[in-house]
Nanobody, 126 residues
Framework: QVQLVESGGGLVQAGGSLRLSCAAS???????MAWFRQAPGKEREFVAA????????YYADSVKGRFTISRDYTKNTMYLQMNSLKPEDTAVYYC????????????????????WGQGTQVTVSS
């Protein structure tokens, strides 16, 4: 069993920054992970993913160059640094874990991941 708890969401003005955290517990922190988001009335979409070590990262085109995914093994925590935020980034952000693999193959697909957090709301005002 793996438990994932997101934090760090909030309200920010366009152009601002936020850092989301995803604290993991229950198993050795050596699996692939990702961030997804879901805006009201829309499907959940992929944001960013990293492999077990954090050395291999992958981003959605919509956030490339603005968001950075990382992980800290000493704290069993994954992060999403979000800069230059836009109103269209408003959504509930979820972290996810693929506990079967250190590197996911279809890492932009939500079905790849077997554990999910409860989500944290990010609202960007214009």
């Amino acid at each position: 069993q793996v438990q994932l708890v997101e934090s760090g969401g909030g309200l920010v003005q366009a152009g601002g920054s936020l850092r989301l955290s995803c604290a993991a517990s229950g198993r050795t922190f050596s699996y692939a992970m990702a961030w997804f988001r879901q805006a009201p009335g829309k499907e959940r979409e992929f944001v960013a993913a990293c492999n077990w070590s954090g050395t291999d990262t992958y981003y959605a085109d919509s956030v490339k160059g603005r968001f950075t995914i990382s992980r800290d093994y000493t704290k069993n925590t994954m992060y999403l640094q979000m800069n230059s935020l836009k109103p269209e980034d408003t959504a509930v952000y979820y972290c996810a874990a693929d506990t079967f693999r250190g590197t996911s193959f279809k890492r932009a697909e939500s079905t790849t991941y077997d554990y999910w957090g409860q989500g944290t709301q990010v609202t960007v005002s214009s």
